[in-house]
């Protein structure tokens, strides 16, 4: 059975951290680019970062540049994205998802193919 599990997320206030940790399972997440996708309240999913397949390159959206951090352990088919700097608008669901695609293209979300369930993220002073 493939699956995303996705912790980490909850309420922090602006300035603050979080990690947010994907644990798969069913599928061998070496094989797979992966990325984490922000649907803000009201707004459409938004990817924010991707780790891609060939050769464990990363990319972010602008917004999040410099703040967040996406990697993996693929010994232990995690994914992980560290969120620093945490503004109000950060605020919303979190998704972990993985693709075949073997490079990133962050605006094609549509391309994931094995979603988790959303984990919150809330920032607020």
């Known amino acids: 059975q493939v699956q995303l599990v996705e912790s980490g997320g909850g309420w922090v206030q602006p300035g603050g951290s979080l990690r947010l940790s994907c644990a798969a399972s069913?599928?061998?997440?070496?094989?797979?680019?992966v990325g984490w996708i922000h649907q803000a309240p009201g707004k459409e999913r938004e990817g924010v970062a991707c780790?891609?397949?060939?050769?464990?390159?990363?990319d972010y959206e602008d917004s999040v540049k410099g703040r967040f951090t996406i990697s993996r352990d693929n010994a232990k088919n995690m994914v992980y994205l560290q969120m620093n700097n945490l503004k109000p608008e950060d605020t919303g669901i979190y998704y972990c998802?993985?693709?075949?695609?073997?490079?990133?293209?962050?605006?094609?979300?549509?391309?994931?193919?094995?979603w988790g369930q959303g984990t919150q993220v809330t920032v607020s002073s």
């Open positions: 069913g599928f061998a997440l070496e094989d797979w680019t």
């Open positions: 780790n891609s397949k060939k050769d464990n390159e990363t």
């Open positions: 998802a993985a693709r075949r695609f073997e490079v990133c293209v962050l605006y094609m979300t549509e391309e994931y193919e094995y």
